[in-house]
Structures are given as structure tokens and as C-alpha cells.
């Protein structure tokens, strides 16, 4: 197992309850970080067991680094460390910089606990983000509801870790139900469809049976039907799954998995002739991937996405992440949906610290978030609001395409126009 210490943090972006007080915050993560190292002296408090010392507070994230997702979990990995390393550069948060132990867990749910229980105790931090095995969640949920290390920000959502609500985890991704209400509901209404009939193509796993339970929830309510196909996470062969998905003749395929489970399906189905309009879950949402397709199996393939691409509009938020990422030498990484989703998590997780002030615990944080809050990202996201009954995380979304003329993503609509499909 590998562990990544990173000194970084994030940056004077915000942490408000409503967007139209954002600049007060802003200004609050600004002041936290340029008068923070004068005001620590003899005032701030060390809670070792919690993760926090006079000069730094460690934050642990669980990814695969190394394993068959570690092209989107390493990214991910990549946005969050970038945010922290902006904060950190002016100066940490209220005198401390964040120090982030990313525990590689090679997408294994044995090495996954022993990650977690290291992050715990061993190498104590303050919290705990990412979690990218929906297996590992499912069993670690019992030990996690029931133990004193938050989880704030989650990859993957699963209803083991999720439900019911507990203040001791908080969705960070896009949610599956929401991906496949709005992505199910745009092609219903986009290609006029009476009856539906759709393919789910998915890896085996925990999460990849519950996104096609929630996608065959949506197609059902619409009078139509859906079939699960499932592939191994690391298939280097989908023939037999494009052979039945033919016998299927489906409206559309929505795709769950990895990077390689949509460029293969993809591939394909565009060497078996066929150009059956498909929609990936948002982690599948990178230039790398449309890349590998082609432009001609790529011209029929679109993900749905609750975040917005890097460099893709103008917005405030996105604006901010694109000029960080130019100066580090991100350029590319940006436009990558995994890295704005770290980004934004890093977001969360800071603008908690601040409010923590000069003797924060993991107690305290618990005390905080399960109150209620409000990430605004300033576009690069719908706002997200969590509630002491609510901890759901992002739920508006919209569908993004790639232009390879211009090689770039492109929207269809707004974040407003899909609203109607996660009500």
C-alpha cells in the first residue's frame, strides 16, 4: 500500500450558505489564510488524535492510484490536492496548511480496509474523502456509521454507506439515481419515445447493479423496459456483450464502469455497424476517452454530468479552476469531470476547516456538517445543498458531448433544463 503526503490546500474560493454571499466568504478563506499564520502562536490548540498539529491538519483521501480505475480516481486525487495546494500557497487555513494522505487502495476491498483503519489510528486524520470502491463502502458502512472519522465528499454513492442519513457521511459525486433519472428522461424526451427500451452495460460490481436498478426504476415509469449486461472490470473483449446487445435492439445504452468500459463498448458497436445513441455515467466524462473512441464511435456517445468540464464556459468558478490549472500545468486535467469533482470536494472540505477555527476536531466537524450547508462552486457546479436530512450531494444535471472539430466539450442546455427529470 502506498501513501501520497501532499502539503497542499485550497484556495479563497467560497464556502457559502447562498450564493450572493459568496464574496464575504471568499473573503473569509482570504483572511483565514494571509492573518491565520499570525493569530496560531500560542492560540491554536493540537488534537493528534484527530489529524491536527500546531502547523498542519491531515486530511486522508481512499482511491485507486494504481489500479483498473486509477485513470479517473487518480485525477480525482490530482483536483482535490490541486485545490488544497492553492490554499496552502496563501497560507493554510487558519494558521495550519492541509496535509493530504492519499491511501492507495488499487481498487481492492482488502486493502481498502486496511487503508481505512490506518487513516483512523495509525496516521490519524481529521477526515476522510473519496472512498471510490462501492464494494469497500458496503463494508465498511457498519464501521463508518458507527465511528468518529466523517466522510465528506464520496466518489461513489452506494445505499449501504448512504442510507440512512447519517452525519458521518456526505455524498461528493454525482449521485447514480439522478445520473439515470436525467439521463434516461433526456433521451426519452429528446428521441420521442413512447415505450422504452434501454441496455444498461456495467461492470460487475455493487455499484454497477444498483445504477441499472435506479435506471430500470426510470425506464419503468416511462411504460418501458430495461436489460442489464455486465462485463468484467478489467474485459479487454465486449464481443459477447455487443452480440447481446444487438439481440436487444435497444432505444439507447447507458454505460456504467471504466474508462475501457466505454471505449470498448463504443468501438464496438461502431464495428458492428451499429450507431445506437449511448450516454455514459459522469465519471466516463474525459477528452481521454472520446479520444480513444474516435470520432466516429465517439459522435454517438455523450455522458451526463452534474459537474461542468474545465475551460468549457465562463462562469466565476470554472474561470478560477482553469487559470490554477493552466499555472500548475493542468491544462489538460481540467477538463477532465473527475478533476472539477475533486476540486469542488476540496472546496467542501476547507471551507468546513474554516469554520472550525483554531481548535478544530473530528468531534467538531461531525457537530458542524450535520448541521446543514451549502457548496457553491460558482458554476462549476448547481449549488449542493446538504441538510440535517439530506446528504444526497449534487442532483442537477446535464448532458455534455465532445466537438472534436474544436476539441472541446459542448452542453445541451442548461442545468436548469434537466431539473424536471430529479425532482
Given at each position: 500500500m502506498?501513501?501520497?503526503?501532499?502539503?497542499?490546500?485550497?484556495?479563497?474560493?467560497?464556502?457559502?450558505?447562498?450564493?450572493?454571499?459568496?464574496?464575504?466568504?471568499?473573503?473569509?478563506?482570504?483572511?483565514?489564510?494571509?492573518?491565520?499564520?499570525?493569530?496560531?502562536?500560542?492560540?491554536?490548540?493540537?488534537?493528534?488524535?484527530?489529524?491536527?498539529?500546531?502547523?498542519?491538519?491531515?486530511?486522508?483521501?481512499?482511491?485507486?492510484?494504481?489500479?483498473?480505475t486509477?485513470?479517473?480516481?487518480?485525477?480525482?486525487?490530482?483536483?482535490?490536492?490541486?485545490?488544497?495546494?492553492?490554499?496552502?500557497?496563501?497560507?493554510?487555513?487558519?494558521?495550519?496548511?492541509?496535509?493530504?494522505?492519499?491511501?492507495?487502495?488499487?481498487?481492492?476491498?482488502?486493502?481498502?480496509?486496511?487503508?481505512?483503519?490506518?487513516?483512523?489510528?495509525?496516521?490519524?486524520?481529521?477526515?476522510?474523502?473519496?472512498?471510490?470502491s462501492?464494494?469497500?463502502?458496503?463494508?465498511?458502512?457498519p464501521?463508518?456509521k458507527?465511528?468518529?472519522?466523517?466522510?465528506?465528499?464520496?466518489?461513489?454513492?452506494?445505499?449501504?454507506?448512504?442510507e440512512?442519513?447519517?452525519?458521518?457521511?456526505?455524498?461528493?459525486?454525482?449521485?447514480?439515481?439522478?445520473?439515470?433519472?436525467?439521463?434516461?428522461g433526456?433521451?426519452?424526451?429528446?428521441?420521442?419515445?413512447?415505450?422504452?427500451?434501454?441496455?444498461?452495460?456495467?461492470?460487475e460490481?455493487?455499484?454497477?447493479?444498483?445504477?441499472?436498478?435506479?435506471?430500470?426504476?426510470?425506464?419503468?415509469?416511462?411504460?418501458?423496459?430495461?436489460?442489464?449486461?455486465?462485463?468484467?472490470?478489467?474485459?479487454?473483449?465486449?464481443?459477447?456483450?455487443?452480440?447481446?446487445?444487438?439481440?436487444?435492439?435497444?432505444?439507447?445504452?447507458?454505460?456504467?464502469?471504466?474508462?475501457?468500459?466505454?471505449?470498448?463498448?463504443?468501438?464496438?458497436?461502431?464495428?458492428?455497424?451499429?450507431?445506437?445513441?449511448?450516454?455514459?455515467?459522469?465519471?466516463?466524462?474525459?477528452?481521454?476517452?472520446?479520444?480513444?473512441?474516435?470520432?466516429?464511435?465517439?459522435?454517438?456517445?455523450?455522458?451526463?454530468?452534474?459537474?461542468?468540464?474545465?475551460?468549457?464556459?465562463?462562469?466565476?468558478?470554472?474561470?478560477?479552476?482553469?487559470?490554477?490549472?493552466?499555472?500548475?500545468?493542468?491544462?489538460?486535467?481540467?477538463?477532465?469531470?473527475?478533476?472539477?469533482?475533486?476540486?469542488?470536494?476540496?472546496?467542501?472540505?476547507?471551507?468546513?476547516?474554516?469554520?472550525?477555527?483554531?481548535?478544530?476536531?473530528?468531534?467538531?466537524?461531525?457537530?458542524?456538517?450535520?448541521?446543514?450547508?451549502?457548496?457553491?462552486?460558482?458554476?462549476?457546479?448547481?449549488?449542493?445543498?446538504?441538510?440535517?436530512?439530506?446528504?444526497?450531494?449534487?442532483?442537477?444535471?446535464?448532458?455534455?458531448?465532445?466537438?472534436?472539430?474544436?476539441?472541446?466539450?459542448?452542453?445541451?442546455?442548461?442545468?436548469?433544463?434537466?431539473?424536471?427529470?430529479?425532482?
Amino acid at each position: 500500500m502506498t501513501t501520497y503526503a501532499i502539503s497542499q490546500q485550497p484556495s479563497p474560493t467560497t464556502r457559502l450558505t447562498m450564493r450572493q454571499r459568496a464574496p464575504v466568504l471568499a473573503a473569509k478563506l482570504v483572511m483565514a489564510a494571509a492573518a491565520g499564520l499570525l493569530a496560531l502562536g500560542s492560540h491554536a490548540q493540537e488534537s493528534p488524535q484527530d489529524g491536527v498539529y500546531k502547523d498542519r491538519i491531515d486530511w486522508g483521501l481512499l482511491m485507486d492510484l494504481s489500479g483498473p480505475t486509477s485513470a479517473s480516481q487518480g485525477v480525482w486525487v490530482n483536483g482535490f490536492q490541486d485545490y488544497m495546494r492553492k490554499i496552502n500557497e496563501a497560507g493554510g487555513i487558519n494558521g495550519r496548511k492541509i496535509n493530504v494522505l492519499a491511501e492507495d487502495n488499487r481498487f481492492n476491498a482488502a486493502t481498502d480496509k486496511i487503508a481505512f483503519e490506518k487513516l483512523v489510528g495509525q496516521t490519524p486524520v481529521i477526515a476522510i474523502s473519496g472512498m471510490g470502491s462501492s464494494g469497500s463502502q458496503v463494508g465498511l458502512a457498519p464501521t463508518i456509521k458507527a465511528g468518529k472519522v466523517p466522510i465528506v465528499g464520496t466518489y461513489t454513492a452506494t445505499k449501504a454507506l448512504s442510507e440512512p442519513v447519517t452525519p458521518m457521511v456526505y455524498n461528493g459525486f454525482c449521485g447514480y439515481q439522478q445520473m439515470a433519472q436525467a439521463g434516461v428522461g433526456y433521451y426519452v424526451d429528446n428521441l420521442k419515445l413512447k415505450a422504452p427500451k434501454v441496455v444498461t452495460v456495467a461492470i460487475e460490481s455493487a455499484g454497477g447493479k444498483e445504477y441499472h436498478d435506479y435506471v430500470a426504476e426510470a425506464v419503468a415509469k416511462l411504460g418501458g423496459t430495461a436489460t442489464h449486461i455486465t462485463m468484467k472490470v478489467t474485459a479487454v473483449d465486449v464481443t459477447p456483450q455487443v452480440l447481446e446487445i444487438m439481440a436487444q435492439k435497444p432505444d439507447f445504452i447507458t454505460i456504467y464502469g471504466v474508462s475501457n468500459t466505454a471505449i470498448l463498448t463504443m468501438k464496438a458497436l461502431q464495428q458492428y455497424g451499429l450507431k445506437t445513441p449511448a450516454f455514459g455515467i459522469t465519471y466516463l466524462g474525459a477528452p481521454a476517452i472520446f479520444s480513444a473512441m474516435g470520432e466516429q464511435a465517439g459522435a454517438n456517445y455523450n455522458f451526463i454530468s452534474c459537474f461542468t468540464p474545465g475551460g468549457s464556459d465562463q462562469s466565476a468558478g470554472n474561470r478560477e479552476l482553469s487559470a490554477y490549472a493552466d499555472k500548475i500545468g493542468r491544462s489538460a486535467m481540467k477538463e477532465d469531470i473527475n478533476y472539477v469533482s475533486g476540486w469542488i470536494t476540496g472546496q467542501m472540505a476547507a471551507e468546513a476547516l474554516v469554520k472550525l477555527g483554531n481548535a478544530p476536531t473530528r468531534a467538531k466537524l461531525v457537530d458542524l456538517l450535520s448541521k446543514g450547508f451549502t457548496v457553491d462552486s460558482k458554476g462549476l457546479a448547481a449549488p449542493i445543498v446538504y441538510t440535517p436530512t439530506n446528504n444526497t450531494g449534487p442532483v442537477v444535471f446535464k448532458l455534455f458531448g465532445y466537438d472534436y472539430a474544436a476539441k472541446k466539450f459542448k452542453a445541451y442546455g442548461d442545468f436548469a433544463d434537466y431539473a424536471k427529470y430529479t425532482r
